[in-house]
């Protein structure tokens, strides 16, 4: 099982890739933006070759000028992966996210992937 959470001013585009505003320039000068985001995930060893994993994540940013951006997200993660032998694995994964943007509007996005690993 694992953790993690971040908080702070200005932050907000190094938790999720850049897509709120780290500050904002009013009357007074120049503002940070207060964000906040983190996961909680699982990890489960079923045999020797196949692993399942949940993992929760969210994010939230409070830009008072409501300018740019994500106000809120949540995702959930659900994944296999299967080690097929001679350094080969293959991994799945589905992705249920929602967004809230800072124009008001929301929505929401369902992603299935998939992966190949060759270790040497």
Do not use: C
Request: aromatic fraction near 16%.
């Amino acid at each position: 099982m694992y953790a993690h959470y971040n908080f702070g001013d200005g932050i907000g585009r190094y938790i999720i890739n850049g897509f709120q505003n780290d500050l904002f320039v009013d009357a007074g000068g120049i503002d940070t933006v207060e964000s906040s985001g983190g996961n909680i995930g699982i990890t489960f060893d079923v045999n020797d070759k196949d692993t399942i994993n949940f993992v929760y994540g969210f994010f939230e940013n409070d830009d008072p000028n409501k300018s740019n951006g994500i106000d809120e997200l949540t995702s959930f993660h659900a994944g296999y992966w299967n080690n097929r032998g001679a350094g080969l694995s293959l991994g799945y994964e589905v992705i249920v996210g929602e967004a809230e943007y800072a124009d008001g509007s929301d929505g929401d996005n369902t992603r299935f992937q998939f992966a190949v690993q060759k270790s040497f």
